[in-house]
């Protein structure tokens, strides 16, 4: 029987699904750093709390079979992620 799925597959997926709960979180720790501002921006909040749910709607909607979305999502989000870290 073949198999639904390579172990390279299953691994871009896995990675996929990794950029885009690193993205999550810095939705989160951005918007945890803006809340202990003395005047929290809460357009602002409000901003990155939208994108944090894009996000969870993206991861739960990306399946396997989207090789061009996780091939995308690895490639952009991954450059995002590894920029934002070497910033911050």
Known sequence: MK??????EAI???????????????????IADEEKQEH???????MLEARRFE??????????KDKKQIATVRKEYGTWIR?????N
């Open 3 to 8: 198999p639904l799925w390579t172990q390279d």
């Open 12 to 30: 871009a997926f896995e990675c996929a699904r990794e950029c885009i709960n690193d993205m999550m979180a810095i939705c989160s720790s951005e």
């Open 40 to 46: 929290p921006n809460q357009e602002k909040i409000a």
């Open 55 to 64: 996000l969870a709607m993206e991861r739960r909607k990306l399946t396997l």
């Open 83 to 87: 920029n934002y870290r070497s910033q």
